[in-house]
């Protein structure tokens, strides 16, 4: 039952991931046809609705997992109560020192049974009896060795990178991105007043655009499994999908790693911070929201992405409760994980493990794209060896729009 339960909460889990990921697709697609001022063409449309499709699955299979675990809590609830009951009634008929837990209580059933009380004589008569007792260790050929719950794979596959920016569909190998260099001009006609400047020649200024360049990268990896491995593992059949998971774990770290590894290489000029003053750090932030803005003109989400250690400096200057004038609504230990661990003056921090020590900087999603399209679980089998090659893959690039729009922050002295 308990591994059972296991199996129910990895795939809400699962589901939810996924649910997740489609939600973010479907945004991105949206998001760039706004900034492209358009309406959705037929094949976005197409895959918005294939999309919504899925995620309407998705949710109709978490609301029945959903209260299939509940149902499985009740019955184990229910398993604890009658088995607890019958420990209770065991316990009061075995032999040894179990049936009186102190000297005081055999001292008492003695005296009721001199007075003729029989239940004291009959408790009596069980704690004296002598028996040889069979033991676990006398029948290990019937007690089997039983494997419970899950493989126990400490990995993180969430990308909070990676989904605050929102991933775009990635459908070429290579494409193309316009990109305003120069605007057009707009000023006052002529430097004196009306009339004498009716006639006044405007300004001009030729609209120049350049066009930024992505390429595919591809991210996958593989291993070969014995057929036996995948027959006679336990629990049963799930060898492929342990693997497989173990796979697309991998392909995320990656990934996020590579967003990650693109926020750093900028080379904006960074904002300093006392990290011993949550006020000055407060400050700090404002002054790179500043030029954050200034480089995107208010384009985007704003963010501030940190690394796991720098939630030593931040996090103690921004508690979950204070006065009316905190600086955000701050952070919780209890955001155990990955993602947004709580926000600043109304900008959200996301903290992603695939940033560097000391690492930390305030952005706008509109600076850097990230785009992707995934392939996924591949497998053949190998007949000479009786083996599964087993492969997982995707395509995945980034796109530095504006390098200005990420603002590092360092701290003062370092």
């Not at 009959?122 to 004296?128: C, H």
């Not at 039983?146 to 993180?156: A, K, L, S, Y």
């Not at 629990?235 to 173990?246: E, L, S």
């Amino acid at each position: 039952m308990a591994l059972n339960a296991m199996a129910n909460d990895a795939m809400i889990r699962r589901l939810q991931k996924e649910l997740e990921e489609r939600n973010a697709y479907v945004q991105g697609i949206i998001t760039t046809a706004q900034e492209a001022g358009r309406d959705l063409n037929e094949t976005e449309m197409g895959t918005i609705q294939d999309a919504e499709n899925r995620m309407r699955a998705l949710d109709s299979q978490l609301g029945v997992l959903e209260t299939t675990a509940r149902a499985a809590e009740e019955v184990q609830n229910r398993i604890r109560v009658v088995d607890q009951a019958i420990t209770d009634v065991r316990n009061r008929a075995t032999t040894g020192h179990e049936a009186y837990k102190t000297a005081g209580a055999f001292a008492q059933d003695m005296y009721k049974a001199a007075l003729g009380h029989r239940d004291a004589r009959q408790r009596l008569e069980i704690f004296e009896r002598t028996a040889d007792h069979t033991t676990t260790v006398d029948s290990e050929g019937v007690v089997p060795d039983p494997i419970i719950g899950p493989v126990i794979n400490f990995i993180d596959t969430q990308r909070p990178l990676v989904s605050a920016l929102g991933p775009r569909p990635l459908t070429n190998e290579k494409w193309y991105r316009p990109h305003v260099v120069q605007h057009t001009a707009v000023a006052k006609q002529g430097s004196g007043g009306l009339p004498a400047d009716e006639k006044a020649e405007l300004v001009s200024q030729r609209l120049k655009i350049e066009r930024l360049t992505g390429q595919t990268n591809t991210y996958g990896g593989y291993v070969n499994v014995s057929r036996q491995f995948l027959d006679f593992s336990d629990p049963a059949g799930q060898g492929m999908q342990i693997v497989i998971d173990d796979l697309s774990g991998q392909y995320a770290i990656e990934t996020e790693a590579a967003a990650c590894d693109a926020m750093a290489g900028v080379a904006t000029v960074a904002v300093t911070y006392d990290d011993t003053d949550g006020t000055t750090l407060a400050q700090g932030i404002w002054a790179a929201v500043a030029q954050v803005f200034t480089a995107v003109r208010g384009k985007g989400n704003l963010f501030i992405a940190i690394a796991p250690d720098r939630l030593a400096a931040f996090g103690p200057h921004f508690a979950p409760y204070g006065p009316f004038n905190a600086q955000g609504q701050g952070f919780s230990a209890a955001n155990f994980g990955q993602g947004v661990m709580g926000s600043i003056s109304g900008v959200p921090v996301v903290m992603s493990s695939q940033f560097g020590v000391g690492e930390a900087f305030v952005a706008s999603t509109a600076a850097l794209e990230v785009y992707e399209q995934r392939i996924g679980a591949l497998q053949v089998t190998e007949p000479s060896v009786l083996g599964v090659q087993v492969a997982y893959a995707g395509y995945f690039s980034t796109m530095m729009i504006s390098a200005a729009g990420i603002v590092p922050l360092t701290v003062s002295g370092s």
